[in-house]
């Protein structure tokens, strides 16, 4: 069992799983607590999947999952339309680009090698730019010329050069993270780094793209991961969460990066000073843990989210030995309920407080904010957890028509839910009525039993969403209304494996505006306030749109947020694979 620990402590983080260490410092967490059974009690029992229609005729993605070469210096594009003058900076985006090595062929999406764009904008014109992350493992894999470094997908092979008892005995060795950090832009102290969600991250030049130092979580805090989905404090901390492992079990811990010393010389390197675990979460079952991509934070509350997709450790350890990817051991458990830990940001304190709910899966959160006693949490929802594992290159790679129809309408739709947590909630709080008193709102919360509240939640959204195949990468305008009461959200619409449409969300009314054209497939949205704004959605909407039917036929699109009415567009000569996230950077 000790040697079990060892190798889970230094495991193989790869993509979208954590690393575990022994927790070193004194938290706050509760103990003993046990995983629940699903009640089932919600009011929708008709699976997303199954309101959305189905789609027949669907083209294939191919073209949008290939490899492609970097553009290092910046070329000029094409305007078509008018690009505000006011919008001057640097629009972000990361992804996977390179999804091979010699003959060694990746097998997940998620294993692509990290490409990093750069969208320059400056009084109406726009450059572009692009660089493969040099990360260790894209120096590796460079250099030998085949796949070297374990992913999330993709199992590395033992070196053929070995004899055949090293190459046995290799499985048996304690595996090395990928630092391929493919998934966001995120920023520590003002500076700016791409991550993943393994212990590594990379420092980058957001101006010339230039890969700079390998950040290692374990250097500086007792965690060995951290979320690609961090959250920013008014007053410049930066908040997130990361995993621990050691003999009092398996932890979900909540990380403070300080806002940088502004009396301390700013040096070229990375700074995570000041850097420390908040609060530790004991997990439900400690050798089931569960999977998350992101967390909730309000303005005095962070909220995680312990969801049935659960990750099997001694499954892992097997699959290691056998050859086996990663992703097999996910397993979505819907017997088991949905766990939200509430935690006071300030002081790390837990509530005592059980809230639940029936189980559901979710990857990004929309918003969250306090209203009279009460937390609002709204945040992207499906039904079925097993569709992380399907995006492999094989499935997004099926032909047009009753291949991609298959595939598509086999997976989870995600909808926007808003779930309403009761924060003073105490001995005295009546048994089984809804407490949630907020005018107009649908989600219920009810005390079960004395410490526990089960929650239905609200439909953000009307049937009119569902004919777009529901929605995901929601955005906001973060600055002024992250953890805050807002009205809009912008976000994609997946009437394809890949989003087609953009949509803006009132959650007031829940009026849609559509942007969609057919074979045009565009990427994350990010809001950009004007500089004298005095609405909530005053300024523009940017995304990058692809096409699998043109050769070099990428544009940046920009829309104006308030009428989400195009305003202009940059067209680009180069070939640009479907990515994940972005940021806009108003230093570029």
């Not at 900076?89 to 090698?113: A, I, Q, V």
């Not at 803006?504 to 497939?521: C, I, N």
Request: overall charge neutral; proline content about 6%.
């Amino acid at each position: 069992m000790k040697l079990f620990r060892r190798m889970l402590q230094r495991c193989f983080a790869v993509k979208h799983q954590k690393c575990f260490v022994d927790y070193k410092t004194s938290h706050d967490f509760r103990h003993g607590e046990q995983p629940a059974m699903s009640k089932s009690k919600e009011t929708t029992s008709i699976p997303s999947r199954e309101r959305c229609p189905l789609a027949k005729g669907l083209e294939s993605m191919a073209p949008l999952v290939r490899s492609v070469e970097e553009t290092p210096d910046p070329i000029p594009t094409t305007i078509t339309g008018r690009i505000p003058s006011w919008v001057n900076g640097s629009f972000l985006r990361n992804g996977p680009g390179k999804f091979e090595f010699g003959k060694d062929r990746y097998t997940h999406w998620f294993d692509g090698m990290a490409m990093m764009h750069r969208f320059h904008i400056r009084d109406g014109d726009v450059t572009y730019s692009s660089r493969f992350l040099r990360s260790d493992s894209y120096v590796r894999n460079s250099e030998k010329n085949r796949i070297v470094v374990s992913e999330f997908g993709t199992v590395a092979m033992p070196d053929p050069c070995k004899n055949i008892f090293a190459r046995f005995f290799s499985r048996f060795q304690i595996p090395k993270a990928t630092d391929n950090a493919s998934v966001n832009f995120v920023k520590y102290k003002g500076d700016y780094y791409v991550s993943t969600e393994t212990n590594y991250m990379r420092r980058v030049d957001p101006q010339s793209l230039e890969t700079k130092e390998k950040v290692d979580w374990t250097q500086y805090i007792a965690v060995n991961s951290a979320t690609a989905h961090p959250h920013y404090g008014t007053d410049g901390a930066t908040y997130n969460m990361g995993n621990s492992y050691g003999k009092g079990g398996f932890f979900y811990n909540i990380i403070r990066v300080p806002p940088p010393d502004e009396n301390a010389a700013k040096a070229d390197s990375p700074d995570f000073a000041g850097a420390e675990v908040i609060c530790s979460i004991p997990a439900a079952e400690p050798r089931k843990p569960s999977y998350y991509h992101s967390f909730v934070m309000s303005e005095n509350y962070i909220v995680f989210i312990e969801q049935p997709i659960k990750l099997d450790l001694l499954k892992f350890m097997l699959y290691r030995i056998q050859g086996k990817s990663f992703h097999k051991v996910m397993t979505w458990e819907p017997k088991y309920d949905t766990i939200f830990h509430l935690v006071n940001r300030h002081t790390g304190k837990v509530s005592e407080v059980s809230y639940r709910a029936a189980p559901m899966f979710t990857l990004h959160q929309i918003n969250a904010y306090e209203d009279n006693g009460f937390l609002v949490m709204d945040m992207c929802c499906g039904d079925d957890g097993d569709s992380i594992g399907d995006f492999t290159l094989e499935n997004l790679r099926k032909g047009t028509g009753e291949e991609m129809d298959k595939f598509y309408n086999s997976l989870c739709r995600n909808l926007p839910r808003r779930y309403v947590l009761p924060l003073t909630v105490d001995k005295k709080t009546p048994l089984d009525q809804n407490l949630v008193t907020l005018n107009g709102f649908k989600a219920t919360a009810t005390m079960t039993k004395p410490g526990e509240v089960y929650m239905t939640h609200e439909e953000l959204h009307d049937d009119e969403l569902l004919q777009y195949g529901g929605l995901e990468f929601p955005q906001i305008n973060y600055e002024k209304h992250n953890g805050r009461p807002y009205r809009y959200f912008y976000s994609c619409g997946f009437g394809n494996v890949f989003s087609d449409s953009l949509l803006k969300m009132d959650v007031h009314t829940k009026e849609l505006k559509v942007w969609r054209y057919p074979g045009l497939y565009p990427s994350e949205p990010v809001f950009v306030a004007s500089p004298q704004a005095t609405d909530e959605d005053d300024g523009v909407v940017m995304s990058v749109i692809i096409t699998p039917r043109k050769e070099k036929s990428t544009f940046l699109l920009v829309l104006d947020a308030k009428t989400f009415t195009e305003l202009g567009r940059a067209e680009v000569p180069v070939n640009v694979p479907y990515g994940t996230h972005g940021v806009f950077n108003e230093m570029g």
